[in-house]
């Protein structure tokens, strides 16, 4: 029997951006059943959104997060009998810095076909709209978030920046992007670089790029704002 197929699906990054997705993904939702996906709520309204015709009661969705690791070995079952899965991230780009990771692993051990499609990915987007070294860059996931553990990492990723001409990214929960950005301005020199990329893709899309002793100049205005952050240090 063939094997099924893996579809990474990429998600929006902001409401109301559907119509920045390649059209093709609507054919590719279409002839798949079976979701594996972070939250059901958002996918079934992300696949409503995509395409108002197709019928959410006759799709199967399973979760797939740090709660629901079960969910894998069913998806290694339905591999084997021929069923394609398509996986689809809460937001941006799938199996980067997500769980979906974990999937595209057992598709490969099982030599499963997997078939990444087009979408916005915030990290390379915030890269590509900071001016920093795009040939060399590093991406830390979430940076950690309490003393002195926050401090000394900041340390240590601006100092790798300047000895490796190295771009740092980072991302953070965005209730605490103004004690992050606060944290940079208090243990980065002032002629290091940080760019803040807000709000992706949205209407109010928000990218500045400019040295720490700048920043010190800025009030915020982040709180609650999706934001990928960008050190660079020469």
């Known amino acids: ?12 990054l902001a409401e109301n951006t559907a119509h ?5 993904l609507i054919d590719i939702v279409n002839e798949i059943k079976v979701f594996y996906v972070e ?32 969910s894998l070995s ?7 009998q021929g069923t394609s899965i398509a996986y689809i991230s ?13 999937l595209v692993a057992i598709a490969h051990e099982l030599s499963v076909q997997v078939v990444p499609h087009i979408g916005p ?6 890269l590509m709209a900071s001016g920093f070294n795009g040939q060399q860059f590093y991406f830390h996931g979430y940076l950690p978030n309490k003393q002195p553990m ?14 490796h001409n190295c771009t740092q990214i ?48 800025v009030k915020l205005n982040y709180h609650k704002i999706p934001a990928v952050f960008l050190l660079y240090a020469q």
């Open 121 to 126: 990915n915030s990290i390379i987007m915030a």
């Open 90 to 102: 809460e937001a941006g780009c799938p199996a980067v810095a997500d769980p979906g990771q974990d």
């Open 170 to 217: 980072f991302i953070e929960t965005p209730y605490r992007n103004h004690q992050l950005i606060e944290e940079i301005l208090k243990n980065c020199r002032d002629n290091t670089q940080l760019c803040v990329a807000a709000n992706l893709t949205a209407t109010d899309e928000h990218i500045v790029a400019q040295m720490i002793k700048d920043w010190k100049k």
């Open 39 to 70: 939250e059901i709520r958002s996918a079934r309204r992300f696949l409503k959104m995509l395409n108002k015709q197709i019928v959410i009661d006759d799709l199967t969705f399973h979760l797939l997060n740090e709660h629901h690791q079960e």
């Open 74 to 80: 069913l998806a290694k079952n339905l591999f084997l």
């Open 150 to 163: 926050l401090s000394i990492k900041i340390k240590e990723i601006e100092a790798h920046s300047r000895s």
């Open 20 to 24: 920045k997705m390649p059209s093709y």
């Open 1 to 12: 029997m063939q094997k099924g197929i893996l579809h990474l699906i990429p998600n929006i």
